[in-house]
């Protein structure tokens, strides 16, 4: 396994920013499937280390916390605003052929699934900011288990009946070191392999025809090569950078901050729609464990997200912490916070837009070859942690069985 920097995880890892051990944003680890389960508990042997957390997220919507899913918890929205959703989410719900497959755009989908006031006030500002892209110009492929239909019964009661309703969806529950951060995933793997594993050893060329590789000025053969390097980036390796002109991904950068225990908020982390606000997203690491939020100080980190096509500059720190002092709830004061310092996550998703399908058709070529890409980068697919585990238990597992 040849690895490009100094150490293993990818953006799965634990830095260190500002003397403090973060996460490249909140890398919580949702297990649903048995395969993986058995593989992190019975063949890691993780099971001490790791302790499940009760996600706490609310979206912040016009001043308010809006305990998440947004449409389940629609009492919690100004009464007009509640209106207009549950009357717009109604006329949508009886107009629409909820048996179609017809292809639609992510923007078509919200408006014939969600109705205009969900869709206006959280579906689509929020995805905007995540995909930096345009929601007409992405299609559904994305979704699966992060995007389910919605549920009338559960939009209608959670409008009038405030129950803070917050356990839907794929990430209400998951796991999380109980010491350290994300890194123990990749170590504890790293440790039962370092005989194979070369860091520091980026690999500059393939020859797909000779089935060669270049490391650090030295060649290699190979029979079969399993890459998670970036698909875009692949392909330029490869001499193949016509091939890639319409892959389209985002670039992520996490700001860093230190705030007093006193000053910090009790949330796992808060979706932030509202344009007003350059992040999409604002998180607690302390919240990750049950001993980080009795610790003195909380590190926080906030998302935010441009396109791969895009010369606009990520905010600066100073603005992004006059916006965080623009938040506000009871008890909390984030214009207390610390910069510690940033980090680029490029690519960070691969963007769903009309031509990221033409991608699969780049993958049967190098399967062709001899190349099977995987992982979400190499296989440019929007994948939580136990996907990408399980993609890579099933590529071993069909090369053995092949």
């Not at 969600?114 to 995805?127: A, C, D, K, R, V």
């Not at 991608?359 to 099977?372: A, D, M, P, Y």
């Amino acid at each position: 396994l040849f690895e490009k920097l100094d150490n293993v995880a990818g953006t799965a890892k634990t830095i260190n920013v500002g003397g403090q051990g973060v996460d490249l944003t909140g890398h919580a680890l949702h297990l649903n499937n048995d395969s993986v389960k058995r593989y992190i508990f019975e063949e890691l042997m993780l099971g001490n280390e790791l302790d499940m957390v009760n996600r706490n997220a609310a979206v912040y919507f016009q001043d308010r916390l809006v305990p998440y899913p947004f449409q389940y918890n629609l009492s919690c929205v100004d009464e007009n605003m509640r209106n207009k959703c549950v009357i717009d989410y109604l006329r949508a719900y009886y107009k629409s052929n909820r048996k179609s497959k017809e292809e639609i755009s992510f923007y078509e989908y919200c408006m014939k699934y969600f109705g205009e006031g969900i869709s206006n006030s959280f579906m689509l500002p929020y995805n905007s900011k995540l995909w930096a892209t345009q929601p007409s110009r992405m299609t559904t492929r994305w979704m699966g288990e992060f995007v389910p239909l919605p549920n009338k019964n559960k939009i209608l009661k959670g409008a009038f009946v405030t129950e803070q309703s917050g356990h839907y969806g794929y990430n209400q529950k998951f796991y999380y070191p109980i010491n350290g951060g994300i890194q123990i995933l990749a170590d504890t793997i790293y440790n039962q392999c370092t005989d194979v594993v070369h860091l520091n050893s980026e690999v500059m060329k393939v020859d797909l025809e000779d089935k060669k590789i270049w490391v650090n000025g030295k060649s290699a053969k190979y029979d079969l090569l399993i890459s998670t390097i970036p698909l875009y980036d692949f392909l330029q390796v490869c001499g193949l950078r016509k091939k890639s002109h319409f892959l389209r991904w985002t670039t992520t950068r996490a700001y860093f901050f230190l705030i007093d225990q006193q000053y910090s908020m009790n949330y796992t982390w808060l979706y932030i729609p509202e344009k007003k606000f350059g992040f999409y997203r604002l998180g607690n690491f302390n919240y990750f464990n049950k001993c980080g939020a009795l610790q003195k100080e909380h590190v926080l980190w906030a998302e935010c997200s441009k396109s791969s096509k895009s010369k606009t500059c990520f905010p600066k720190q100073n603005e992004i912490i006059n916006e965080l002092a623009q938040i506000k709830m009871e008890g909390v004061d984030l214009s207390k916070v610390k910069f510690l310092g940033s980090y680029d996550i490029n690519p960070s998703y691969a963007v769903y837009d009309f031509n990221w399908e033409n991608k699969h058709r780049l993958l049967e070529e190098l399967k062709t070859k001899g190349v099977i890409m995987a992982g979400r980068y190499g296989s440019w697919e929007y994948l939580s942690m136990e996907n990408v585990i399980n993609n890579g238990l099933k590529v071993v597992q069909s090369i053995i069985t092949n």
